[in-house]
C-alpha cells in the first residue's frame, strides 16, 4: 500500500449524536511519553492530514508521570499538544476526552458535581475551546458500590449548560449503560477491549450495535500488556492472517477491531509518525470470514 494512498477514510464513519467521525481515529495519551515535543506536534498534524477527525484525549495524560508514568523534562499535557499542533481547530475534528480520574491524589475519583465541573474546565482551558465535543465519564468498578448515576447526572447538566455536547461512558458494564441512559443520550461506550483481552464484553458491544452507539476500544493494540504497550507476542493465528495480507500484526489487531460492528470506532495510540501511517491503513484492511474465524 503506498503511503499516498492511506487515508482515515477507508474505515467508514460513524455519527455521535450530531459529530460524524472517521471510524479510524487516534488516541493521545502516548503523545506525552516522548520530551520532542515538536514530534508530537508532528504526528498530531499528520494524523489529522491522513483523514482523522476523531481524537481521544483527557486533562490527565501528561508527561512526566501522569497514568504512564514515564518521561522526563519539562511537564507535557496531551490536551495542550492537541491545542498547539491543531488549534484553530478545524471543521469536523471531535475531540473526545474523560473525566473522573484526576492526577493529584486527593483528586482521584472526581465524586461531586464541583470536582466534575473542575475536570470539564480544565480540559477546555488546555484544548482552548468554548465546549467540549464528547465527554466520557470514566468510572472504577466496585460491583454493588459503583452507581454511576449521580456523576452522570452531574454532567448532564453541565450538557445542559452548553459545556458539553454529547456524553459517554468509560470502563462500564451493560447496567451502567442502562442507568446512564435513564439520565440522558448516551453516544458512546469507551472500555478495554481487543482480541485477546476483554472479551467478557463481547456482550456489551452488541448492546450498543443494537442501541446506535458506539463501542470504542482502548488498549486493542495492547491488550493485557496495557500501559506498558504492544508487544511482539502474537498468536500464530494473528501472524498467519498479517502474512497472508502483507501486513503487520498490529495492523491485523486494529482491523479485526473495526470488523466486531459498523458501530466499533479505532482509537490507537502511538508517539511514532511510521506507526500512525500504519494504524491508519490498516482501516482499509478487509478481512475475509476466514480470517476472522481463524482470529476468534
Ligand atoms: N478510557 C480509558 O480508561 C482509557 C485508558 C487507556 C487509554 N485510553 C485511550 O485509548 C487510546 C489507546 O490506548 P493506548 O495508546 O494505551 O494503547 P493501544 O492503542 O492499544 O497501543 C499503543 C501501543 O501500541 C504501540 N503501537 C501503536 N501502533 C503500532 C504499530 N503500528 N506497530 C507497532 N506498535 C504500535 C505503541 O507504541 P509506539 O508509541 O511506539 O507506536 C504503544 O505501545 C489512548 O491513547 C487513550 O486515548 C482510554
Not at 508521570?65 to 478545524?90: F, K, M, N, W
Not at 461506550?189 to 472479551?199: A, C, E, M
Request: hydrophobic fraction near 40%; charge should be negative; aromatic fraction near 6%.
Amino acid at each position: 500500500m503506498h503511503i499516498g494512498e492511506i487515508t482515515a477514510a477507508a474505515a467508514g464513519e460513524w455519527t455521535l449524536g450530531d459529530l460524524t467521525v472517521r471510524r479510524m481515529g487516534y488516541g493521545s495519551m502516548r503523545i506525552t511519553a516522548n520530551p520532542d515535543r515538536d514530534l508530537a506536534v508532528r504526528v498530531l498534524r499528520r494524523a489529522v492530514e491522513l483523514g482523522v477527525n476523531h481524537i481521544d484525549t483527557a486533562a490527565f495524560y501528561f508527561s512526566p508521570g501522569g497514568t504512564l508514568q514515564v518521561g522526563s523534562g519539562a511537564v507535557r499535557y496531551a490536551t495542550e499538544l492537541i491545542r498547539d499542533a491543531l488549534a484553530p481547530y478545524p471543521d469536523g475534528l471531535v475531540i473526545t476526552t474523560k473525566v473522573g480520574p484526576g492526577y493529584d491524589p486527593d483528586f482521584y475519583q472526581a465524586k461531586t458535581p464541583a470536582q466534575l465541573r473542575a475536570q470539564v474546565e480544565e480540559n477546555l482551558r488546555r484544548l482552548g475551546r468554548d465546549h467540549l465535543d464528547v465527554v466520557n465519564l470514566r468510572i472504577l468498578k466496585r460491583p454493588g458500590q459503583d452507581s454511576l448515576a449521580e456523576r452522570f447526572a452531574a454532567l448532564a447538566r453541565l450538557r445542559d449548560e452548553g459545556l458539553i455536547r454529547h456524553l459517554g461512558i468509560s470502563n462500564a458494564r451493560v447496567d451502567h449503560l442502562d442507568e446512564a441512559q435513564t439520565i440522558a443520550p448516551v453516544v458512546c461506550v469507551q472500555n478495554s477491549y481487543s482480541l485477546d483481552n476483554g472479551r467478557e464484553d463481547d456482550g456489551l458491544l452488541r448492546v450498543c450495535g443494537e442501541r446506535g452507539i458506539a463501542f470504542t476500544p482502548y488498549f486493542a493494540l495492547a491488550g493485557a500488556r496495557r500501559e506498558s504497550g504492544a508487544g511482539e507476542d502474537h498468536t500464530d493465528a494473528v501472524r498467519a492472517v498479517a502474512d497472508a495480507h502483507g501486513v503487520s500484526p498490529h495492523q491485523v489487531r486494529l482491523a479485526w477491531t473495526l470488523h466486531q460492528g459498523a458501530h466499533v470506532l479505532a482509537i490507537p495510540g502511538t508517539g511514532d509518525p511510521s506507526h500512525l501511517e500504519q494504524n491508519i491503513a490498516a482501516g482499509a484492511l478487509r478481512l475475509s470470514p476466514a480470517d476472522l474465524a481463524r482470529l476468534g
